[in-house]
């Protein structure tokens, strides 16, 4: 398993923008795919973004699509979610998480390794 610590959350204000990062352990995350995923206070776990293993394809959730990125460092084991023109119903934690596969949308199912999670809070 990887291990996965993510950071970057915060308050901002509706329109702002926010960078999550997702930092691997040192046997590195070059192998995996990675996913993003959020869960809002009585909501199920929700995907947001994925990202091939060398970074190559990425795919999005609909209600993010147009206004967040997902990037990765692999020589730095990072990964990245670059989130614009925020709303207040991304307010969420915000988790990376490891896959064996780059599915197109993965799964919560499918990830083994995930991270402690990163709060999000949007104002209006």
């Known amino acids: 398993q990887v291990q996965l610590v993510e950071s970057g959350g915060g308050l901002v204000q509706a329109g702002g923008s926010l960078r999550l990062s997702c930092v691997a352990s040192?046997?590195?995350?070059?192998?995996?795919?990675m996913g993003w995923f959020r869960q809002a206070p009585g909501n199920e776990l929700e995907f947001v973004a994925t990202?091939?293993?060398?970074?190559?394809?990425?795919s999005y959730a609909d209600s993010v699509k147009g206004r967040f990125t997902v990037s990765r460092d692999n020589t730095k084991s990072m990964v990245y979610l670059q989130m614009n023109s925020l709303k207040p119903e991304d307010t969420a934690v915000y988790y990376c998480?490891?896959?064996?596969?780059?599915?197109?949308?993965?799964?919560?199912?499918?990830?083994?390794?995930w991270g402690q999670g990163t709060q999000v809070t949007v104002s209006s």
């Open positions: 998480a490891a896959d064996t596969l780059y599915r197109g949308t993965t799964s919560p199912q499918y990830c083994a390794s």
């Open positions: 990202i091939s293993a060398a970074g190559g394809a990425t």
């Open positions: 040192v046997r590195g995350i070059r192998t995996y795919a």
